[in-house]
């Protein structure tokens, strides 16, 4: 698939013992048919030696705390992508 990455909202976290992560609310746009659909994604800084201190896109689910999903929630209102 084919798609451009039209607006983001990003949430820094940080809350040790876990690294910080940035939470991502993406606006996509496809290619194919110029449909828009929203991503729910993640980096995190790694820890393993390939990529220890870099920050790398989150390849699982993420969990995210319920004050950290209303904020994006009510970013997404504002810049009108949900009513």
Known sequence: MIYEVLDEIVRVVDKPP???KAIYLQLLKFADDGRTEM?????????KP???GKWLFGQYATMIRREDFEQLIIKAKEKGWIS
Do not use: E, F, H, N
């Open 50 to 52: 390939r990529g220890k």
């Open 18 to 20: 876990m690294p910080p």
């Open 39 to 47: 991503r729910l994604c993640y980096y995190i800084i790694g820890q």
